[in-house]
């Protein structure tokens, strides 16, 4: 016998309140049973169940421990196929296998492979829905020959194509239509831009899918617009008759199923119809009459999103929105389902189409059908990369005849009730090829085959099964040989978990031997000595384990797909994945199937808006020039239309992030980002690069010598200037010193001016003598 390693710490196995096989095996997939008679004489009943290893080496023989354990058998393995068109067509294979059954263990976990392949060259069958209300007037007339130009184009991508047109307004009731009697025949009746047109109706199939192309030309040539009053359509109306209606349309099994919706407005939804008085649900079923008409449309109200959704997604069609306005938001809650502009006059019909095509077979997504309540799944995808990506069923930018690994495990998380058996189905979105799951659930003991009623083992009041005994009402015992009522001293301690603990842990009361749980209100009281519950584990918003575990003995055991204390923490990552296929684009991470963003000034769902990161502008640059000049790198590989999503607009925000690079040709690139309040990421940028063109020499040389010498006439000027006013200066302050020396001259009464007196005397002595004497 294999058991898995057993868990660490609390051996929830022997403290468990399994008191036979079937319970044991259900408290944990690591729990085995030993049958064998003799085994555990005198130990608790619930010494049987343990781990495989420790009942081995307790004396239990390996041939009588019941450890049953999760398998899984190929019923149906064909092939993948390689081309989807041909003498095998209808042989063609993209997913295997095709069936398998899984025996399960609840609790225990086990996984199987599977690989999906978009063949080459697949029929393709294309419905083109038209909204034939007043305002597609232009569109109708740009679509008259729409069949041969598409039949052109798709040729090229299979070699087996059909084409098929119906067309919808609206329900004519009021308040959604004109009613009066002079609209009757003639909805445009006064109405002085268009004064005639078709009465309003709700949905019409005018061509079911041919392979005739000058058919859908020569209908559409027809057709004529009618009017509606209110803006809103009545198109999930038509796309719910279109895909429903499999034999009116034409879908065949074996081929692409792609709806195209063209409409300028946004359609009705459920409950709108109960403005007009119609209170009752859509069936979801086909009501084409003799004149392939919606006969319901004034019988029934819209339909809602979630039977949209399944319907499409059952009948294997892909549904593509070509809109005029960026108001399909809902569409991410309908798999398979892609939205892409359309010009006001449906110009660009063609390519949107083709586009959408190749964005169809670049993915895979598997979906599940069926899925039992019991059962839980996980996936991890493979992709090209060869990168197992756990939590993900998708696959995307691929190439036709990529083929793409799938691994899902698979567990059990109950029994069903007796003799039940589930079943379910993995399916790619919008493929017709399918994985077929049986499942048994392996929920009962061989030996529980073998049991003994009024056993003498059992004292005759019980039955043995599987090494022990059931009593009747009224008997109790390892051996049903007490009566209810007996008590005695002797008994009460081995009804003690230790020396001094209270009987029974103080929630039941010991009788023959063993410990009598009281019930509880909140829940179920158990174990040797009634010292555990299922009621007292952690919750999270007042819901025990979250919804997402078991309580066992005060700890939450998680369902696959989450862990924590409180089985909170769901480790599922798709939600996390950003549309460049990085985990939380590079900027936190994925903590409980959430991102936590860890680069300052990132936020988003996926932490993808960071107007303040150092790569923002490295990050959108690759999408300016593929959406402006279909160059870089994301231009190669077709990916641009699904990573850039942005909004590219020409009036600048002035809270938004300027940024340049340098292109190719080494012009200077400009744009800002910015995230708007709406949510939106909003790119401004130039519709060209700024370029210059080469400096000329000799006037860089010139203007250089012409600034230096600008420069010292300048100085030199200044200098003059400054010495010019120093000098002035100086001099002033001379003028002043000379005025005050005048003035001290004038005014002083002790000043007198000097005599001089000059003779002149030829006889030097006489000179002498008269100099000798003085002068007086």
Request: aromatic letters at 8%.
């Amino acid at each position: 016998v294999c058991d898995p390693v057993s868990p660490p710490g609390l051996n929830m196995c022997m403290s468990g309140s399994a008191t036979s096989c079937e319970e044991c095996l259900l408290i944990h997939p690591s729990c085995a049973w030993c049958a064998q008679e003799e085994f555990g004489r005198g130990r608790s009943l619930t010494s049987r169940c343990d781990f495989s290893q420790n009942l081995q080496k307790r004396g239990c023989d390996a041939r009588l421990i019941e450890f049953p354990t999760s398998s899984i058998s190929v019923l149906q393995n064909m092939p993948l196929s390689s081309k989807g068109s041909g003498s095998t067509q209808y042989d063609v294979v993209q997913i295997m296998p095709q069936k398998i059954s899984v025996s399960l263990r609840p609790g225990d976990q086990t996984w199987f492979g599977l690989q999906v392949r978009q063949v080459e060259d697949y029929p393709v069958d294309l419905y083109y829905l038209m909204d034939l209300s007043l305002s597609m007037k232009d569109d109708l007339d740009t679509i008259r020959n729409l069949g041969t130009k598409l039949a052109l184009e798709m040729g090229k991508l299979t070699s087996n194509f059909r084409l098929g047109f119906g067309s919808f307004v609206d329900k004519n009731m009021s308040p959604f239509s004109y009613t009066a009697p002079k609209y009757q025949e003639n909805p445009c009746n006064g109405y002085k831009l268009f004064p005639n047109c078709v009465p309003t109706f709700g949905f019409r199939n005018i061509l079911s899918l041919t392979d005739k192309v000058d058919r859908f030309n020569e209908e559409v040539q027809k057709q004529m617009v009618s009017r509606n009053r209110d803006a809103p359509e009545g198109g999930f109306d038509a796309i719910l008759q279109a895909a429903v209606c499999k034999e009116e349309i034409g879908w065949r099994k074996e081929a692409y199923h792609l709806l195209v919706f063209a409409t300028d407005d946004v359609p009705h939804l459920a409950l709108d119809g109960r403005l007009g008085g119609l209170v009752q649900p859509h069936d979801g079923r086909c009501h084409l009459d003799n004149q392939n008409e919606y006969s319901g449309s004034t019988k029934m109200d819209y339909p809602s999103l979630a039977l949209l959704g399944e319907k499409l997604a059952e009948n294997n069609i892909f549904l593509i929105f070509a809109v005029t306005k960026r108001l399909y938001n809902f569409t991410a809650l309908i798999p398979g389902t892609t939205v892409e502009i359309l010009d006001q006059d449906s110009k660009n019909v063609i390519q949107l189409i083709i586009a959408a095509y190749n964005n169809i077979r670049s993915k895979v997504e598997l979906s599940v059908w069926d899925h039992p309540e019991d059962i839980g799944l996980s996936f991890t995808a493979t992709c090209q990369d060869g990168k197992p990506l756990p939590g993900l069923r998708k696959c995307a930018d691929l190439k036709i005849g990529d083929t793409v690994s799938f691994n899902v495990s698979v567990e059990a998380r109950s029994c069903p009730p007796r003799g039940a058996d589930r079943s379910f189905t993995i399916k790619p979105v919008g493929f017709k090829d399918r994985l077929e799951v049986t499942v048994d659930y392996r929920c009962d003991c061989g030996c529980s085959r073998k049991a003994q009623t009024n056993s003498s083992i059992c004292s005759a009041t019980g039955t043995y099964n599987c090494g022990t005994c059931h009593c009747e009402p009224g008997y109790l015992g390892a051996r049903c040989e007490c009566q209810e009522g007996e008590a005695s001293s002797v008994y009460l301690s081995a009804c003690r978990e230790a020396e001094g603990k209270q009987i029974c842990s103080g929630r039941g009361e010991c009788s023959c031997n063993q410990c009598l749980c009281y019930e509880s209100e909140f829940g179920k009281i158990y174990g040797g000595y009634c010292e555990c519950d299922d009621f007292t584990c952690a919750r999270h918003k007042g819901i025990l384990c979250s919804g997402h575990g078991e309580c066992h003995c005060g700890e939450c055991k998680c369902h696959a797909g989450y862990v924590g204390d409180n089985c909170n923490c769901s480790t599922e990552t798709s939600a996390c994945v950003a549309d460049d296929g990085q985990m939380c684009s590079g900027r936190g991470g994925c903590v409980c199937g959430r991102c936590l963003c860890t680069e300052p000034g990132a936020f988003g769902d996926t932490c993808e808006k960071c107007p303040t990161c150092p790569d923002a502008c490295g990050t959108k640059r690759e999408c300016i020039e593929c959406r402006l000049f279909n160059s870089g790198r994301l231009a190669d590989n077709q990916t641009c239309q699904r990573l850039c999503k942005d909004e590219i607009i020409t009036v600048e925000d002035p809270g938004s992030v300027l940024c340049l690079y340098k292109t190719d040709t080494d012009c200077v690139m400009k744009f800002t980002y910015s995230e708007h309040a709406s949510g939106r990421s909003v790119l401004t940028a130039l519709k060209e690069p700024e370029c210059g063109g080469g400096p000329d020499a000799p006037m860089v040389l010139l203007a250089v010598v012409g600034s230096i010498l600008l420069v010292g006439v300048v100085l030199l000027a200044v200098w003059k200037l400054a010495i010019t006013v120093h000098d002035r200066r100086e001099f002033a302050r001379f003028q002043s010193a000379r005025s005050r020396a005048r003035y001290e001259m004038a005014s002083n009464p002790l000043y007198k001016q000097p005599v001089s007196t000059h003779f002149v005397e030829t006889d030097f002595n006489a000179y002498g003598k008269s100099f000798n004497g003085g002068v007086h």
